[in-house]
Each structure stands twice: as C-alpha cells, then as structure tokens.
C-alpha cells in the first residue's frame, strides 16, 4: 500500500513571496489533515478535511495560509505571503475515518520542509 | 493547545526496557492517548493507542493509568533504531490530534 506522498521535499523562498504544497493521501482515506513543525516544537494541527469539506480550521492563519481539498482526494496548502516565522516543515497526514471510532489511526507523510529567507 | 506534557529527554542503555512518561491529566472520558515517534527528517510514526485499557503490539507497550491521567510507553527491548522523538497525544472526539513536545530518546551503547 502506498504512503502519503508530499511535493516538493524542499523549498527555499523569501520572504513575501507565495509557495504552495500538494499532498495526496492514502487512497481510500477519507480524512486529511495539515500540519506545521517548526524545528524543536511538535507538529501543530492547521487544519483538518473529511472529504472536501473543512472540519477544524481554527489554527489555521487565514490571513495568509489557505487550503483546499476539492475533490476529497488531493490537497493543497498555500501560503501567500510568506514570513520568516512560516519556516518550517509542513506535514500531510491521512486517516480512513472508520465506522469503529478510534480503531483507526492517522499515516504522515515525509513532509515539505520550507525555508524562508 | 498541547494536552500532555513529557519529560524532554530520556537515555536507555541498549537492550533495556524504555519507559517513556506522559501526563494527560484534563484527558475527558472518550478520549483516546495515542504514541507516535519521529526519527529525524521524517514524518511521525505511529506506535501504539489505547482508551482504559494497557496495550501491547509488536512495537510496545501502554500502560494507562486506573484514573487515566498518565500513560506510560514501555519499548521492551531498546535498539540503536529507537532513537527518535517521542510524541504522546490525545485523540479528541472530533478526530484532532493534539501533540506536545515530545520526548528525546537516546539508546546508548
């Protein structure tokens, strides 16, 4: 079975510029989240789909981070601009949502590690 | 917000059993206490969860606490290989995975 694949691995960028990160989840899970890692800290939750629809975003920076997922498959994050502070490392993780709740778990992906400059 | 909290760093002689501590003391009644690790460079892995009950996989051991305010990851046999960052997490009923800092685990030699 394959994993949760991320694009790019890498990415330098300055500072007020734009940069967008896909991921695409284990096939068949229906859940999918985003997260942010900034180095020494645990991953933070930014946002969270079931399917397309969005169901927890409120860690997410509106202002200048956006998500969309819409075909429940696939996503993107964006952020636009970017801050010295949005470097980090952005992870992608997936679960299939099963009818047994907590029988399940979520699968990460490598993650995209972004450097602001 | 995190809703545990770890001990930062742990040492374990090779071979010997890891015991890894986590407090989780505002944990509500369905929620779930999940354990991931991270190696460096690489996203977390899942390792083991539980709800009352202690566990035992392949992996390792969770042992809860009758309150359920504490947990405690138990790696039987430590390899160079479990070297890694540590991670205990409460799952909530709306499927949010909330991390903490982690513990760093060294195996020693």
């Known amino acids: 079975e394959a994993g949760v694949a991320q694009s790019p691995r890498y990415k330098i960028i300055e500072k007020r510029q734009s940069v967008a990160f896909w991921c695409n989840p284990i096939s068949g899970h229906a859940t999918l989240y985003w997260y942010q890692q900034i180095l020494g800290q645990g991953p933070k939750l930014l946002i969270q789909?079931?399917?397309?629809?969005?169901?927890?975003d409120s860690q997410l920076p509106k202002d200048r981070f956006s998500a969309e997922r819409l075909k429940g498959v696939d996503s993107t994050l964006k952020i636009q601009p970017a801050k010295l502070e949005d470097s980090a490392v952005y992870l992608c993780?997936?679960?299939?949502?099963?009818?047994?709740?907590?029988?399940?778990?979520?699968?990460f992906g490598p993650g995209t590690r972004l450097t602001v400059l | 917000d995190a809703k545990t909290t770890q001990p930062p760093s742990m040492d374990c002689a090779e071979g010997r059993a890891a015991n890894l501590p986590c407090n989780h003391s505002t944990i509500s009644g369905n929620e779930y206490v999940y354990w991931y690790r991270q190696i460096h460079s690489q996203g977390p892995q899942y390792i083991i969860h539980?709800?009352?009950n202690n566990e035992t996989n392949e992996m390792a051991s969770l042992i809860i606490t009758e309150d359920r305010k504490s947990s405690t990851l138990i790696l039987p046999h430590a390899t160079l290989r479990d070297t890694a960052v540590y991670y205990c997490?409460?799952?909530?009923?709306?499927?949010?995975?909330?991390f903490g800092t982690g513990t760093s685990l060294t195996v020693i030699p």
């Open positions: 997490i409460v799952r909530t009923t709306g499927n949010q995975f909330y």
């Open positions: 789909f079931q399917n397309n629809g969005v169901v927890d």
């Open positions: 993780a997936s679960r299939v949502a099963a009818r047994v709740w907590g029988t399940d778990t979520q699968y």
């Open positions: 539980g709800l009352k």
